[in-house]
C-alpha cells in the first residue's frame, strides 16, 4: 500500500508563523487600549491625556499658577477646552460628559456639574460615575444654600 503524501507545512515552522500572529494580534490590541484609555481624567487615572502632558514653553515645570484674573490653572483650562470641543464633536458621548461634569465637580461649582451628568445619563442610564457624580453634585448643592 503507498502511504498518502502528506499536506500542509511542516511542524517546525508552525511555532514562529504562531509567535508572529501573536505578537502582531497583541501589538494591535495594545495600540487600541492606548488610543482608547489616552484622554486626561478617565476613571482609569490620568494616562497620558492632556493633563499628563509636559507643559508648554511659557509654563513652569512645577504646579501650575493661577492666574492674575484668578481664573483657573493653564492645564486646567487646555482640559475644559479639549472637552468641550469633544462634546461639540459627540454631544452623547456619556464619557467625556461625565469628565466635564467630574471638573465642575472638583472646583465645588455643583450647578454647573449636574447638567453635565444629567446629559450623560440620558446618553447612558447604566454610567455609575455619572450617576454618583450627580448625587454628589446634588448633596453639595444643598450643603451650599
Known sequence: MIAAPKRGLPPRIYLPIVI????????????????????????????????????????????????????????????????????????KDDVTLTQLGDLYLAVEKYSDAIPYYVRALAANPHNVAAREGLSEARAGLKEAQ
Open 20 to 91: 508572529v500572529i501573536a505578537v502582531l494580534f497583541l501589538g494591535a490590541i495594545g495600540w487600541l487600549l492606548k488610543q482608547g484609555f489616552a484622554t486626561g481624567g478617565s476613571v482609569f487615572g490620568t494616562g497620558t491625556g492632556v493633563a499628563a502632558q509636559a507643559p508648554a514653553a511659557n509654563e513652569t515645570a512645577g504646579p501650575p499658577a493661577v492666574n492674575v484674573e484668578g481664573g483657573p490653572p493653564a492645564t486646567v483650562r487646555v482640559q475644559l477646552q479639549e472637552l468641550r470641543a469633544r462634546i461639540a464633536r459627540s454631544p
